[in-house]
């Protein structure tokens, strides 16, 4: 719980505080392709799958508030380009859960086989 050198003493709370609106509140790196697995995750509970490229992330810990920001990465298809995006205009972020799309860049939704989220608060 403490970091000690010589005479200076640090309580190892003071490094990270998880309370603090720069540090990622939570991540995923999941399998996207026929069943979804999470390969590791932090504050994420579960991963729910709707339909061809579509998810929702669960949180373990509800946000604070809806007005996170998301990061997000897929892969796993070597011959094209792949986004991943936050749909709000029909799924809008709650504090428990967001929704998110794998897609081509031409729009066609696909599941991914590497798929990482990362979520920040403010």
Request: glycine content about 6%; charged content about 10%.
């Amino acid at each position: 719980d403490t970091l000690t050198k010589g005479a200076t003493t640090l309580n190892t709370d003071e490094l990270v505080d998880v309370n603090n609106t720069r540090v990622c509140k939570a991540w995923v790196n999941f399998n996207g392709t026929g069943t979804v697995a999470i390969r590791a995750s932090y504050n994420i509970s579960s991963i729910t799958d709707h339909a061809t490229g579509q998810y929702t992330v669960n949180f373990t810990n509800a946000m604070a508030n809806a007005n996170y920001m998301s990061a997000g990465m897929a892969g796993g298809d070597y011959n094209n380009l792949m986004n991943v995006v936050q749909p709000t205009t029909d799924y809008a972020p709650t504090t428990t859960s967001c929704r998110y799309s794998t897609l081509y860049v031409n729009t066609t939704l696909y599941d991914a086989q590497y798929i990482g989220i990362a979520i920040y608060t403010s």
